[in-house]
């Protein structure tokens, strides 16, 4: 299985910014690069949700963050990123990395005045 280490959350007023990261250290470069990476979010008592994905050619992204976040990926590094802008209440959640089947630990976002 994929091991997966987000970092970068934390608390950020409401139009604020903040970067999550994404590392797979332990995967083989070939397998980094075949396959999709997302980002999902779970808030408070809600079911977890699609973010943003990525594959060598094409991003994808949730409506509700659309225009706001950015996903992506340095293969070098085999990192994957998230740049959140304007930042609203509402994107409070853990955000989890995805390769395959394989999930990080969650990184928690709060955006709070």
């Known amino acids: 299985q994929v091991y997966l280490v987000e970092s970068g959350g934390g608390l950020v007023q409401p139009g604020g910014s903040l970067r999550l990261s994404c590392a797979a250290p332990?995967?083989?470069?070939?397998?980094?690069?075949?396959?999709?990476l997302a980002w999902y979010r779970q808030g408070s008592g809600k079911q977890r949700e699609f973010v943003a994905s990525a594959t060598l050619r094409s991003t994808d992204y949730a409506d509700s963050v659309k225009g706001r976040f950015t996903i992506s990926r340095d293969n070098a590094k085999k990192k994957v990123y998230l740049q959140m802008n304007s930042l609203k209440p509402e994107d409070t959640a853990i955000y989890y990395c995805?390769?395959?089947?394989?999930w990080g630990q969650g990184t928690q976002v709060t955006v709070s005045s």
């Open positions: 995805n390769l395959g089947d394989s």
């Open positions: 332990r995967t083989i470069t070939s397998v980094f690069n075949s396959n999709t």
